[in-house]
């Protein structure tokens, strides 16, 4: 048990760092962001780095001060999601878009750190002795998920409006 204690507060240890070096690399490209939707994805993903550590946090709070595991369910923060925020800064964008190479290349590498991140979680999970700690872990890992899926939905919109805008409104060319 003590090994699984150790293995554990490293584990939510190297989350929080990570969630914070996330946070950092997400404000940082939304300030080099050209573009309206392109601040307002890398905000609100910072934020849901911010929730994801507060939980670690918490975590790491039980686990050091009352030696033990949380006992009750830990649930994520929910916030409103980035088919909102798609949506409104489309509607001023619309088919045209001010990218830069080097925002296409942030966001390359978000979406890198979001399989990384998503891959850590779940593998943790599966780690895992406690089946509270394992559900978090895997809800966190869905999170990532749903982020790097947020980041290829903006990489296709960048790389060509027109096709994104055919695709996702399902906008008929034939003609008739």
Do not use: C
Request: proline letters at 1%; glycine letters at 8%; aromatic letters at 10%.
């Amino acid at each position: 048990m003590k090994d699984e204690f150790a293995s554990l507060i490293e584990t939510v240890k190297f989350s929080i760092q990570m969630e914070l070096d996330g946070k950092n690399f997400y404000l940082a490209a939304g300030k080099q962001s050209e573009n309206r939707l392109g601040k307002e994805l890398f905000a609100w993903l910072a934020t849901q780095e911010d929730h994801h550590r507060f939980r670690f946090e918490a975590i790491y709070k039980s686990i050091t001060e009352k030696k033990g595991l949380p006992l009750e369910h830990i649930t994520l923060n929910k916030t409103s999601g980035i088919g909102t925020i798609f949506r409104e800064a489309i509607k001023t964008t619309g088919q045209t878009l001010k990218t830069q190479k080097g925002e296409l290349a942030g966001v390359e590498k978000a979406i890198e750190m979001e399989i990384k991140s998503r891959d850590y979680y779940k593998k943790q999970a599966g780690g895992s002795g406690s089946d509270i700690v394992r559900q978090f872990l895997l809800a966190v890992s869905a999170e990532e998920q749903g982020h790097y899926l947020a980041l290829i939905d903006y990489k296709e919109y960048m790389l060509d409006p027109v096709d994104w805008f055919t695709r996702t409104e399902h906008h008929l060319l034939d003609g008739a």
